[in-house]
């Protein structure tokens, strides 16, 4: 069928829509291929399915009478359907919806009404029943309330003649049995015969308790002629634990003023023997009366009542006001040997009447006090806290004794008193690691803050804490660094001789330790303190500002070390300035000064790394001394112009032995990454000078070439600075310039700065001392990560370059026209 067609044949799309529309074509695999009629509709691969080869030609009849049947099929169901939407659209059966929805609210309503109906019929049969269930309620409550009231009327009988013989024992069951029963008649109380019952109970409770009062009298004086056994009052104390709680504490208290009215009479705080110094006497005394409650009059009270810690409470509250009374009273005249041996005593009895009681005393004052007391229940010792400005002032009374000797004008410094005159000039002893006086200054932080502790862990032990803040302050500032800043006769010895000093550098290898040890120290101090002081002044204890001191002695330190390791090396980096460069003829070995330099560094390393515990700070002093080494480098190559070529290459040679050097001067395990990556951007940038000095100026073209290569920027003044070094006469420097100029302005990717823009052509000029290198050298091409003894910014630094004419920008401007103009056409 394929071959029977030239070209395809559509059917029109509004035809394909309405098939789709009235046929409802559903694509699936089982499908009519007439189905699929859409805009892409193909006659040819329809018939093609229902005519696959020639030989399906001759069914072309029942291929025909099928798609008629279908037509027909189709047609009833589209008759079907039109008459099923006739039905539903129907205005008439909407009609009947709403009509079957008005009855079924009808039959709602209907059925609310019968329910009402049915309540109120089943409300009239069951109200004889409810006043009958009344009636019963009412009268059981009677018949209970009538027995009730019979027992209480009898179980008062009884009382009234328990009372009369006075058996505390019976007494105490009855008043239970009665008190009970009459809480049941508080409804009734405006009953005559109830508020009868009522008065009569009362009135023989005070009656009892008259009884007991004038009974416990007796049997407390124990009279001879009328003596009164344990088990009564053990008994009559039953009848007290019935009349109620209030009862009882008055009790309770009647007992504790009588037996510690004789204690109010013999330690009166205006008598001696109630003085501070007798408060021993006042414990024993006390120890005695517990022993006597405990085997004699004790035995009566019940165990729940806790009388001993009444006991103790009273005679607590009694001392403390005396001790408050006593300690105002001498003021100033009270001695911190009378406070601590006083506070000694009391902490100590503190101790045992908790460890008696197996509960500490605060839990036993809190406990025993009244909820009308008018002030908190507080220890004998806390009346000694206000006081503890004594203890304070003698701590740093001490502190001020135990530093004399390092401070002031006349004092001797903490590294003299740590090694004899006789020793500190033997060059081979050993250096002290770490100063005595720091060891013992925390030393007796530890004791102090012990003691303080078991005293007090609040204002007084933060006041101590604020004092011990104090003391590593002017331990920091006028015993370590009074220590640096004593004069070693650095400067007059450098006017004279060059030699460094070995007493200097050990005692700065020292100054690091301790200092490094009061800062380590100083967090534990802290973190001590914290975790014995009361919560309220957790928060306010820091001691990170007096940490901070100790870095600064730290950095300080290192600072001398760094100046005595210049010291060492001056005198080589003078050979190198004295060496006349430019004479050279031919390059060698490196320079007899290397080897000195390095000689040199190494006899202060050697002292410096077995003498700082710490290797962070022998890092640090490394990092310090190769960025010294290689200021003092570029100053001397600043000083020694003109270099001329083999200068210059010489000088290459030399600086590479330098690099070698630093970079094994550490030793292994203090090399790091960072460290190796300094040493190697500072000697490439001076390899980066020193190359571009050597190489030719002829031809002028690879000179510029060359430098523009190796240096990287397209600076006038840094130009210029090469020239002087390489030692160009300024004849040919501004031809040399004008075709610098000329070259660079066609390369836009230079900068127009460099690490050239930091060198300052004429060191040892300026009048900043900021700006100078602990040998005076204000020369600096390090890179930043490097750092330097005394950093400065480059914008700081003055030079030649800040002196060139502002004419500059504007001459390479005009030459840059020039060539422009005689530039042939592109």
């Known amino acids: 069928m394929d071959r029977g067609y030239a ?6 799309h509004e035809l394909i829509l309405s098939i789709q529309r009235v046929l409802n074509l559903q694509r699936s695999a089982d499908t009519d291929p007439l189905d699929v009629l859409t805009n892409n509709f193909n006659p040819v691969g329809i018939l093609n399915s229902y005519f696959p080869d020639e030989a399906a030609l001759g069914q072309l009849d029942a291929v025909q009478a099928r798609l ?11 008759e079907e359907l039109r008459l099923e939407l006739r039905r539903e659209q129907d205005p008439n059966r909407m009609q009947q919806i709403q009509e079957m929805i008005s009855d079924l609210l009808g039959q709602i309503s209907r059925i609310r009404e019968k329910a009402t109906e049915s309540e109120a019929v089943v409300r009239n049969i069951t109200k004889e029943i409810q006043v009958l269930d009344l009636a019963k309620k009412n009268l059981i409550l009677s018949m209970t309330t009538l027995k009730r009231l019979q027992m209480l009327v009898n179980a008062l009988t009884q009382l009234e003649g328990h009372v009369k013989v006075t058996d505390y024992k019976e007494i105490a069951q009855t008043l239970a049995a009665i008190k009970q029963i009459i809480t049941s008649f508080k409804p009734y109380s405006s009953i005559q015969l109830i508020a009868q019952v009522s008065r009569r109970v009362q009135e023989l409770q005070l009656e009892l308790r008259s009884k007991i009062d004038a009974d416990w009298d007796k049997f407390y004086a124990q009279d001879p002629n009328k003596p009164l056994k344990p088990n009564v009052m053990a008994a009559a104390c039953e009848v007290i634990e019935v009349l109620g709680p209030e009862i009882r504490t008055q009790f309770v208290d009647r007992y504790v003023a009588l037996e510690l009215k004789e204690y109010r009479r013999i330690f009166k705080a205006s008598d001696e023997a109630g003085q501070l110094d007798n408060i021993s006497r006042r414990f024993a005394w006390f120890r005695r009366l517990l022993q006597t409650h405990e085997n004699e009059t004790g035995r009566v009270f019940p165990g729940d009542w806790k009388v001993r810690w009444h006991l103790t409470a009273k005679f607590c509250e009694i001392t403390r006001d005396d001790m408050t009374m006593l300690l105002s009273k001498a003021g100033n005249k009270l001695t911190v040997k009378q406070l601590l041996d006083t506070l000694q ?58 530093l004399a000797q390092y401070r002031g004008p006349k004092s001797r410094t903490s590294l003299e008193a740590a090694v004899p005159p006789s020793e500190s000039e033997d060059v081979s002893t050993s250096p002290v690691l770490v100063l005595p006086s720091s060891t013992e200054l925390f030393y007796f932080y530890a004791q102090s803050l012990d003691q303080c502790a078991k005293l007090f862990t609040g204002q007084a032990l933060y006041d101590l804490c604020a004092l011990h803040k104090k003391w590593l302050k002017i331990y920091a500032e006028e015993v370590l660094v009074t220590s640096i800043k004593r004069p070693t006769m650095f400067q007059q010895r450098r006017s004279i001789e060059t030699r460094y000093d070995v007493n200097d550098v ?71 300035k004295r060496t006349a460069w430019a004479t050279l ?58 270099l ?91 031809d040399l310039i004008d075709i610098f100029f000329t070259i660079t302005s066609t390369k836009p990717e230079l900068k127009d700065t460099s690490f050239l823009t930091t060198l300052d052509m004429d060191p040892g000029q300026g009048s900043n001392p900021n700006l100078t290198s602990p040998g005076s050298s204000r020369v600096s091409l390090l890179p930043t990560a490097m750092g330097s003894p005394t950093p400065a910014s480059h914008q700081d630094l003055p030079g030649k370059a800040d002196n060139v004419p502002k004419f500059t920008d504007f001459r390479r401007f005009v030459n840059f026209a020039v060539r422009r103009e005689t530039m042939p056409p592109t």
């Open 68 to 78: 008629a049947q279908n037509e027909l099929d189709l047609q009833h169901q589209i």
């Open 506 to 576: 050990k005692s700065a290898c020292t100054l690091v330790n301790t200092a490094d040890y009061c800062h380590t120290t100083a967090l534990e101090l802290e973190e001590k303190i914290r975790e014995k002081i009361n919560p309220e002044f957790k928060e306010k204890i820091s001691l990170q500002a007096e940490r901070d001191l100790f870095l600064n002695v730290i950095s300080a330190a290192i600072q001398v070390l760094i100046r005595e390791f210049e010291a060492a090396c001056e005198p080589a980096f003078n050979e190198m």
């Open 644 to 734: 001329r070529e083999i200068g210059a290459e010489q000088l290459l040679i030399d600086l590479s032995a330098l690099k070698a050097a630093l970079l094994r001067l550490p030793g292994e395990p203090l090399v790091t990454s960072n460290f190796t990556r300094s040493v190697t951007n500072s000697s490439t940038r001076l390899e980066a000078l020193l190359k571009v000095i050597v190489t030719p100026v002829d031809p002028v073209e690879g000179f510029i070439l060359n430098y523009t290569l190796l240096i990287g920027d397209a600076s006038y003044a840094n130009f210029q600075k090469i020239l002087d070094l390489k030692g160009t006469p300024r004849q040919d420097q501004n």
């Open 585 to 642: 003829n031919l390059v060698s070995g490196q320079s007899s000064y290397v080897d000195e330099l390095v000689k040199a560094m190494d006899q202060v390393v050697d002292i410096i790394k077995p003498s700082i515990e710490q290797k962070k700070y022998q890092r640090n002093f490394f990092d310090k001394a190769a960025s010294l080494i290689f200021s003092k480098f570029t100053g001397a190559l600043v000083k020694s112009k003109p």
């Open 7 to 12: 070209h395809e044949e559509t059917l029109p």
């Open 345 to 402: 005593e009391i902490t100590e009895f503190e101790t045992s009447i908790s460890r008696k009681f197996a509960t500490p005393i605060e839990e036993i004052l809190k406990e025993i006090q009244s909820s009308s007391a008018t002030r908190p229940a507080r220890t004998i010792s806390s009346a000694f806290e206000p006081h503890m400005g004594v203890f304070i002032d003698a701590q740093d009374k001490a502190l001020t004794d135990m």
